[in-house]
Every structure is written in structure tokens, then in C-alpha cells.
């Protein structure tokens, strides 16, 4: 199944039904409804009924929708699971698993998901998995978290809870400190970027709590654009329009990789030669393959190419 496309991911508590209409109306890439740290635990299980109302009557037009439960160690995250599915199982696309310390916390939501679509009668193996990372254990473990099911679609980075878990002297997740030289998530943030690629799946940076800060988030999400990412939770509708810039390449940008793949095509197919020069580049195979996944993500946001070519 090609990836979707994931630049905005809007977090949505599943307690408050207001709040979900709005969100079916955005122009996030992906809502996701929560059942874990934004739904307050007394209003846990009711909530439970209110996602499966939203799910099954509000548009959501071409939005990937997925539901966040509760962690698998805790009381609440069989009956998620067995609630959502039940009563949306045939509507949402992907279940967000928070905290995952082991392949084991997968496999888990993976074999409930295979029972859960048998008994539903649903399409087997069509929910997939969004596997959240946010503690020491997690990212120890998570070169083998990220091949653990074929229905893990993202890698998706915690800043608020892995910053608790570090013990990190800080009470917000900020682009750095002036007490630190470079960025203190960096390591983070690429290491899950490879153990993402390396199994083919998307990554996904976490929030930004600032929601009024839209520089900040702008930064923020530009860092990770950089590091490949695929994008970015978006707490308030107000940080859309800035995410999906940042995750969107520029016309400019890919107008070049447009260039570039003709030119490289017309290299090997007309003059038969795996390297020249374009403007002061020399640019090969390897430039090729740049460009391609370039062209792929502008493609997947709606760019056109002005000119003629296009990637073959
Ligand atoms: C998100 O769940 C976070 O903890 O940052
Ligand atoms: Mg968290």
C-alpha cells in the first residue's frame, strides 16, 4: 500500500465531541482521536462510545483517522481496542499505540487486532499501527519495535512524555536550551529516523506545546523536515497551515528535482552517461534517487511540475 500522506497529524481528545467535529473539518493530514493522556481517566471509558459516534457519522474526507489507546500495560487498553473496533472498526485506518517499550507491547495489538477483525467480520490485516516512542526503553528497543508487526505504518516521537522519562529539567518541549551546545533531541530524533527507514515506515515528530508560538512550531518542524521526517503532531487547528508548509517541499525545491531527474534521464538514455553536469552539479544515480523521493513527497502534497517532465 503506498504510505499516506501525514504531514499534519492533529491530536483530538476522544471525551470531547465538539472538539471532533472541528477536527473532521480541518485541513489536518491525519486526526487522530485520544483515548490516552488528553482524555482525562474518570471520562476513559465513556469516551470510548463518543470516538465511535464520531467516527462513524462526521466526514472526514480524505484524512487518515486513527484512534490513540491507552498504553497495553494499563486497564484500559483491551477495551479500547475492543470498543473502537467493535463499533469503527470498518472506518478508521490506523490504531495509535502509546509508550511502546518492546516489540512485545506490538505483537500484542497486533494478534488483538487479527482476533478482533475475524469476529467483526472486517478486512484482515487492513488496520494498521502507529507506534509511539517516548521513553528510554522505547528507543533502546526500537530497531526491533519497528519490524515487530507488518501493520506498523510510523515510527512517532514523544517529546513531552521521553523528556519525563529522562528527567530532563524541563517543562515544555522547546526547540533547546542555551545551556546545551546543538539540539538536545537530535540524537533522538535520527535514531528513530533510521530504525523508521530501515523498515520502510514513515517517522513522525510529536508536539509542540507552545500552541500560540508559531515561530517556535515553525523551527520546530522545520528540524525535523530536515532529519527526512515525514511530519509533525499538530495540537490546534492553528499550527496546520505552518506543519504542512514545513513538510511540503518548495516550488523552487521541486522544480529542481524535476530538472534533475530529466536531465540524469536524458544523460543515460541519450548520451549513455551515468554522470553530468547540471548548472555547477555533477549529478549520477545517486542524484537520481534524491530526486525521486523528493518528487514523491511534492507529488503526494499536490505540486506540479511547470514544466513537461516528470519522473518516469
Ligand atoms: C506525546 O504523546 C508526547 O508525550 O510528547
Ligand atoms: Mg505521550
Redesign the pocket.
Given at each position: 500500500m503506498p504510505q499516506r500522506l501525514r504531514r499534519s497529524v492533529l491530536a483530538c481528545p476522544g471525551s470531547n465531541p465538539r472538539m471532533m467535529e472541528k477536527a473532521a473539518a480541518s485541513a489536518a493530514d491525519e486526526v487522530f482521536l485520544d483515548l490516552e493522556?488528553a482524555c482525562a481517566p474518570l471520562e476513559k471509558p465513556g469516551a470510548r462510545a463518543k470516538i465511535v459516534e464520531a467516527l462513524t457519522t462526521h466526514d472526514w474526507g480524505a484524512k487518515t483517522r486513527v484512534v490513540r489507546i491507552n498504553q497495553v500495560g494499563s486497564r484500559f487498553a483491551y477495551l479500547d481496542l475492543l470498543e473502537v473496533i467493535r463499533g469503527a472498526g470498518a472506518v478508521l485506518d490506523c490504531i495509535m499505540v502509546?509508550k511502546v517499550q518492546n516489540a512485545g507491547d506490538v505483537a500484542f495489538v497486533d494478534r488483538a487486532l487479527t482476533q478482533l477483525e475475524q469476529e467483526f467480520e472486517l478486512e484482515p490485516g487492513r488496520i494498521g499501527i502507529e507506534v509511539?516512542i517516548?521513553d528510554a526503553q522505547g528507543l533502546m528497543n526500537c530497531d526491533g519495535i519497528a519490524f515487530a508487526s507488518r501493520r506498523i505504518e510510523t515510527l512517532t516521537y514523544?517529546?513531552?512524555?521521553?523528556s519525563a522519562s529522562m528527567q530532563l529539567p524541563s517543562l515544555t518541549?522547546a526547540n533547546g536550551s542555551p545551556d546545551y551546545p546543538g539540539d538536545p533531541f537530535h540524537y533522538v530524533l535520527f535514531r528513530l529516523a533510521v530504525a523508521a527507514r530501515a523498515a520502510g515506515i514513515q517517522v513522525i515528530d510529536?508536539?509542540y506545546l507552545a500552541i500560540r508560538d508559531i515561530e517556535g512550531y515553525t523551527l520546530a518542524a522545520r528540524r525535523a523536515a530536515t532529519l527526512g521526517y515525514d511530519g509533525k503532531w499538530v495540537l490546534h487547528p492553528s499550527q496546520i497551515d505552518a506543519c504542512n508548509a514545513a513538510f511540503t517541499p518548495t516550488q523552487e525545491m521541486f522544480e529542481r528535482a524535476v530538472a534533475v531527474l530529466e536531465a540524469y534521464r536524458h544523460a543515460t538514455e541519450v548520451e549513455r552517461k551515468g554522470a553530468v553536469m547540471l548548472g555547477d552539479e555533477m549529478i549520477d544515480e545517486a542524484s537520481r534517487k534524491m530526486a525521486t523521493q523528493f518528487y514523491l513527497r511534492g507529488r503526494a502534497a499536490g505540486l506540479e511540475p511547470r514544466q513537461t517532465a516528470a519522473a518516469s
Open positions: 493522556d502509546p509511539q517516548e514523544g517529546p513531552a512524555d521521553f518541549v510529536g508536539p
